[in-house]
């Protein structure tokens, strides 16, 4: 068995997680959502939605049968809906190609939507016992720190070498957990000591064989992407109220906040009144400006105007992708983070917009 496995073995027992939700049991669907929802999210952030899902959703069955704005619903909150989307995409294609079974290699695993490599890996390792590394972001950073691996880890070069070394590290034998054991140290270690800002160091089971930390570079591994200035858009969101309701429209199934439901959107500039009326069939009130919400993508940053709007003539064609709603109630929809955000601030807290909907 390779060092950094012993060692890491040794060290889970005492001091490794042994008692979230997802642990201790061999079901594929429950560790394929546990690994899905911990992509770019934390654990304790993830820990009540996992709960909660699979008190709906328990089977992959009953997740393939749910209505998709069900589910995205029981996702609103937890952000790149994406993944949301791709589990209920996968969970049809295991329904119908794979009788309800989950596919048990990772050749198959990864061709599921929203899958990789590393994804597709962990969940063979605790499903299914099989030897395979991992490569997640928390066991890049421990790996190029024990290795001294410069680079930025995202670059092709670099990525290959750390997938080398993690399948070189892996432990030689199949008794029975030792595989399980280690990989969840790894990730266990790589969240709560070899972190990003603050690692500590002195109580690291591998810092007596770690290039970063016997060079006293730690914090120089791994490198950090080349960064570039995000740029900015805006946008403006119609909140339009009619009978104490606000008309929230589903996006489209793809893209930005795909399939949730938001208010019309407007392009900075144009027109509220004339768009109302032109494109919804609505007459409207001069608009209130609400509180801009910023918010930031992975690739951009948004700032959102709102413009509070009474509806005071309405010949609005109801069409399946518009729903009238009662802000307390689009809560328990799915919606994105910030029109969440939105709502909260302005409907359930702020006394300007509570005496505009007692006006209406």
């Known amino acids: ?23 201790g049991n061999r079901d594929p669907y429950a560790i394929w959502l546990s690994e899905i929802m911990l992509q770019q999210t934390q654990v304790n952030t993830v820990i009540p939605y996992y709960v909660r899902f699979m008190q709906e959703f328990p089977t992959i069955s009953s997740l393939a049968q749910a209505p998709l704005d069900t589910m995205l619903a029981l996702w609103s909150g937890l952000g790149y809906y994406s993944r949301a989307r791709n589990l209920h995409r996968s969970a049809h294609i295991i329904m119908q190609d794979y009788q309800g079974q989950f596919p048990d290699t990772r050749e198959l695993i990864q061709r599921l939507p929203g899958i990789g490599r590393s994804t597709a890996a962990a969940i063979t390792i605790f499903a299914y016992g099989k030897r395979d590394a991992i490569l997640d972001g928390n066991v890049k950073r421990v790996l190029a720190r024990y290795f001294g691996i410069a680079g930025y880890p995202g670059e092709s070069k670099i990525q290959n070498l750390l997938w080398e070394k993690a399948e070189e590290s892996l432990p030689a034998n199949y008794r029975e957990g030792r595989i399980e054991t280690y990989t969840q140290a790894l990730m266990d270690l790589g969240a709560t000591v070899c972190s990003r800002h603050t690692p500590l160091c002195t109580t690291c089971p591998l810092q007596q064989h770690c290039v970063a930390y016997k060079e006293n570079r730690v914090a120089q591994f791994p490198a950090v992407k080349p960064r570039k200035p995000l740029p900015k858009k805006e946008t403006v969101f119609l909140i339009l109220m009619h009978q104490q309701k606000l008309l929230f429209e589903k996006r489209p199934p793809s893209g930005i906040w795909g399939a949730l439901w938001c208010p019309p959107e407007i392009e900075a500039g144009v027109d509220a009144a004339i768009y109302c009326q032109h494109h919804l069939g609505m007459k409207v009130q001069s608009p209130i400006e ?48 910030p029109v969440r955000k939105l709502l909260k601030q302005n409907f359930l807290s702020d006394d300007r917009a509570h005496q505009y909907l007692s006006s209406n």
């Not at 060092?3 to 490794?16: D, E, F, P, V, Y």
């Open 1 to 23: 068995m390779s060092s950094i496995a012993t060692q890491l073995i040794h060290w889970h027992r005492k001091h490794g997680r042994h008692h979230l939700p997802w642990q």
């Open 290 to 337: 609400l509180p801009t919400i910023d918010h930031q993508f992975t690739h951009y940053k948004l700032r959102i105007h709102s413009q509070l709007l009474k509806v005071v003539s309405n010949n609005h064609v109801q069409q399946n992708q518009f729903i009238w709603i009662k802000p307390s109630d689009a809560l328990e929809q799915a919606i994105p983070a």
